[in-house]
């Protein structure tokens, strides 16, 4: 018996090899094929949940476009051609960024882009030369079109050492920017920038009516500290929670009100929501609604 159950064991073995050596050496019939083969493959722990994940991120890539993960440039923040230098430097701290695109007459007409290191340099004592002092450090502003490829666009970084590209309509109208950080994102997920909440904390306080907060933080915390009541039968995350109210998978900069607070998707990508800002809406404007 002991030598049957030992036959039966092996026979089981070889044939649980053999149906993973098919797996990889039958040629995939598509893409969603050769996906299906690594999600089996990773689940039998050949390798873990993140490579899989990163796997995905650049199958993704490749049929992404700029306009899918592009910040529009109503939220850019820029830097006027006229302003003082002084000024510059209120924005740039401001901010947090480090790199900023530098508009002349209007939004349209971007000069170059100013890295925010440049400015160390610069005499604050001579006025009438700052004006010139900031135009001699402009970058070259790259230009891409909203359609173009993610995967296209990540080569092009890498062969020009650009980190950030300005990003036109079909009427050459500038439209918003894209970041090499932007386009890693879809790759490895989430890199921590000057929005991100601290590793150990789920809600930053920025004043009394404006937070960003993490999707992963729970809902009972979400509720201690915004002294809400949602509830957390169904979602154990305000991320899930947010899900479930949107009904899809929101890209960045989407908005949804519930109850008297305002959530917008500060970064998600095509596979879960990462960061949101949350605004307390005021009563009057609640109700007028």
Known sequence: MAEEAHSSNGLAQVSWFEKLRHAFTAEPKDRDHLVEILREAQKRSL?????????????????????????????????????TIDKMMRVIIDSGHSRFP??????DEVLGILLAKDMLGINNDVEENQANAVRDMLRRAVHVPESKRLNVLLKEFRSSRNHMAI??????????????EDVLEQIVGEIEDEHDVEEESYILE??????TVKALTPIEDFNEHF???????????????????????????????????????????????????????????????
């Open 227 to 289: 002294k809400t009541k949602f509830s957390d039968d169904e979602f154990d995350t305000i991320g899930g929670l947010l899900l479930n109210k949107l009904g899809h998978l929101p890209k960045r900069n989407e908005e949804v009100k519930i109850n008297e607070l305002l959530f917008r998707v500060l970064r998600a990508d095509n596979r879960r929501i990462h960061l949101l800002q949350v605004s307390k809406i005021a009563k009057t404007e609640s109700l007028e609604e």
């Open 102 to 107: 530098v508009i002349g007459d209007s939004r």
């Open 206 to 211: 920025h004043d009394d009516a404006e937070y």
């Open 47 to 83: 390798f873990d949940a993140d490579a899989l994940a990163m796997i995905e991120g650049v199958f993704q890539v490749s049929e992404m476009q700029v306009r899918d993960i592009m910040i529009p440039r109503s939220q850019v923040v820029v830097l006027e051609r006229e302003l």
């Open 167 to 180: 990003v036109v309509d079909e009427y050459g109208g500038v439209s918003g920017i894209v970041t090499i």
